[in-house]
């Protein structure tokens, strides 16, 4: 996929978003850590780099890319820029980083682009027709990431989802932060897609084998959670015979 083909554009799917750092890649070549996470079952890999310079970060984006099949696509973190250099599906962006409505002048209608949600206000302030997806959280505490705030818990997840819920319906969203195995549940049972994992893949002694097991949990936690849309035509015709 290119940047120049909104007909390429691939769907959104969040359910196990792995995060690739070189300061967080357990020993791992990078495109080598992507491709076992792939091929364990993540859906969506995102390059985190804050320790190389723009072309260093170019080229190991492409080969990054290279090594993931076509079907998983690669989202760079924060760097537009880097980004459309080097051929990404799509950026995410935190609060403090460029303007969803810049970032997606710039890299124009294909590319996804996502936002990190921490509060509720800025669940009610996101330009939702600009994103594709959001990342909410963190829910768990973590040390991959510097992060002074305190953890939303499940139930500050819930509240985040509710308000996209309410705006927008069934709009993309993932937890993100301190999420492994034995959580994740969880973080599905508050209502998000799907579940953004760094360390529980990373460090994991075989990646694939990791990523396959949250697949497994993340996939039977929807089926068992996935909200009940209302019955609208049996409401519709109460009240038509009312």
Do not use: W
Request: charged letters at 20%; aromatic letters at 4%.
């Amino acid at each position: 996929m290119n940047f120049t083909d909104p007909e390429q554009k691939l769907t959104v799917d969040l359910r196990l978003y792995a995060i690739v750092d070189p300061e967080t890649a357990g020993g791992h070549a990078l495109p080598d850590l992507a491709r076992l996470v792939a091929a364990g079952g993540a859906t969506l890999v995102q390059l985190r780099d804050k320790v190389h310079d723009a072309r260093e970060m170019i080229a190991l984006a492409r080969a990054i890319k290279a090594a993931l099949p076509p079907q998983v696509p690669l989202i760079i973190n924060d760097r537009v820029d880097v980004a459309r250099e080097a051929g990404a599906d799509g950026v995410h962006l935190g609060q403090e980083d460029m303007s969803v409505a810049a970032a997606r002048e710039m890299l124009g209608p294909a590319p996804f682009i996502g936002l990190s949600i921490k509060t509720v206000e800025q669940a009610r302030a996101a330009a939702l027709g600009v994103l594709d997806y959001v990342g909410i959280g963190g829910v768990f505490a973590t040390t991959s990431k510097d992060n002074t705030s305190a953890p939303i818990g499940p139930a500050g997840l819930a509240r985040i989802v509710r308000v996209f819920r309410e705006r927008i319906g069934n709009f993309p969203t993932c937890g993100i932060a301190g999420i492994t195995a034995a959580n994740a549940e969880q973080v599905i049972a508050a209502g998000a897609g799907g579940v953004s994992v760094i360390s529980a893949l990373s460090r994991a002694p075989d990646p694939a084998a990791a990523a396959r097991e949250l697949r497994a949990i993340v996939d039977k936690a929807l089926a068992k959670y996935a909200p009940t849309p209302p019955a609208v035509g049996a409401a519709g015709h109460a009240m038509g015979n009312a």
